[in-house]
């Protein structure tokens, strides 16, 4: 399906989702050593949780600008470098604040990842393809969290949740030398003339600000932020649930939450083909159509999914119906960057994507916080599993009212 010279470019955008997550979700495989070892609170420890995406979503946006502007060759490549130092230097830290300055700047080296893999991806693929390139390569993010359990917890129990650190940047390290080696920001010859013909370029320049005012990309970033608010929940506080709700043991915790990362793992892979292959049969309706039909009933499937899951009983139903959710929610990952490619000119590409990732990714500091103090002040997590599945039932019924093809009459606007 792919050329050589792309598929290249799918594999290392793979592993570095595959690295950013295995970063990612490690401190939420070794909280619960974490916090026995400096002695945190629920609350402090959803603080932490929390601090990631402060540098996270601020560098969304402003990592897209870099691609945009510099290239995202190399915004991918000082991002990489970045966030693996600050994974390992998680090992260095002796209480709440230090693990906060850690996760902030740890946050502000990962935030360009996905505005930069949008715009690779805008370089090197046709419209037909892009979606499927983009759940491909954005695939690897499910996968990382799933062999993370096991590393992570295995190190943890074995030496220590240090080690588990160190190693992560190592492997990322490694990652950022073969990035630049073998991968050029744009192709060549009648690869570059293949993706230029169906890439649309408006007649007159669009100012960036056009876009981050309209509806569409605002109610996309929207029902992202529901989205995300479902991931960060199972991203940072799934582990600790299993273990504090149901009484699971560090070591079967490690294996469980393999189940739900693989299920996203095939939805993610499989949502952009998807899209793509729904975007040719209602071809008559438009593209964003196709977009939407997909964003909105996954999304509402995974959202009465998580909320369910809150309310039942046994560890079993639980991990399926969270299972379930993830699956269904990261059916829609490609989706929230295709509709950019598909409203947004290619000057624009990485900033807007970047835009909206900052705004989607606020949910990353409101959710996990906000899910602590809730656990603190009730002694469930029933509340917090209710409200993720309500939030994304709003979202996903907004993207059918908000999101609409935008008309880019720049002259009647400025």
């Known amino acids: 399906m792919f050329a050589k010279g792309k598929l290249s470019v799918i594999i290392l955008l793979f592993l570095a989702g595959v690295i950013n997550y295995l ?82 700047l740890f946050g502000m080296g990962e935030g360009p990842l996905s505005a930069t893999i949008n715009k690779m991806v805008n370089n090197w693929f046709p419209a037909d393809q892009r979606a499927s390139a983009i759940g491909l390569t954005n695939s690897g993010t499910p996968l990382g969290g799933a062999i993370s359990g096991p590393i992570v917890g295995f190190i943890a129990i074995a030496y220590s949740w240090k080690v588990s650190f160190i190693l992560i940047m190592i492997i990322g390290l490694i990652w950022a030398v073969l990035w630049w080696k073998f991968v050029k920001e744009k192709p060549e010859g009648t690869a570059a003339a293949s993706t230029a013909v169906q890439q649309e370029q408006p007649k007159e320049k669009i100012p960036l600000t056009f876009y981050l005012k309209q509806k569409t990309v605002l109610f996309t970033a929207f029902a992202f932020f529901a989205y995300n608010y479902i991931l960060f929940f199972f991203l940072t506080w799934f582990p600790s649930y299993l273990v504090k709700a149901h009484g699971v043991s560090v070591k079967d915790m490690s294996i469980i ?53 809150g309310i039942v009983s046994t560890t079993v139903s639980a991990v399926a119906l969270v299972a379930l959710s993830v699956f269904f929610l990261y059916l829609t990952g490609a989706i929230y960057w295709a509709i950019v490619q598909d409203v947004v000119d290619q000057n624009n590409v990485g900033s807007v994507g970047g835009f909206m990732h900052f705004l989607a990714n606020t949910a990353g500091i409101i959710g996990p916080t906000l899910t602590g103090y809730l656990v603190d002040t009730s002694g469930s997590f029933a509340s917090a599993f209710l409200l993720a599945g309500g939030l994304a039932i709003v979202a996903s019924l907004t993207v059918i009212r908000f999101v609409r093809p935008i008309v880019k009459k720049v002259s009647q606007t400025y």
């Open 257 to 309: 939450t393999v189940i739900p990362w693989v299920l996203g793992f095939i939805g993610l892979a499989a949502g952009g083909f998807v899209s793509d292959y729904v975007r040719k049969k209602f071809a008559a309706k438009g593209t964003l159509f196709s977009r939407k039909v997909v964003l909105v009933s996954c999304l509402f499937v995974s959202a009465v999914c998580i909320g369910v899951a």
């Open 23 to 104: 970063d990612r979700s490690a401190l939420s495989i070794a909280a619960p050593f974490i916090q026995d070892d400096l002695t945190l609170s629920a609350t402090q420890m959803g603080i932490i949780f929390s601090s990631f995406s402060v540098g996270y979503a601020v560098f969304n946006f402003l990592g897209g600008v870099a691609s945009d502007r510099y290239g995202a060759k190399l915004t991918l490549f000082v991002a990489m470098i970045v966030w693996s130092l600050f994974s390992g230097a998680v090992a260095l830290a002796v209480g709440f604040v230090s693990l906060i300055v850690i996760r902030i």
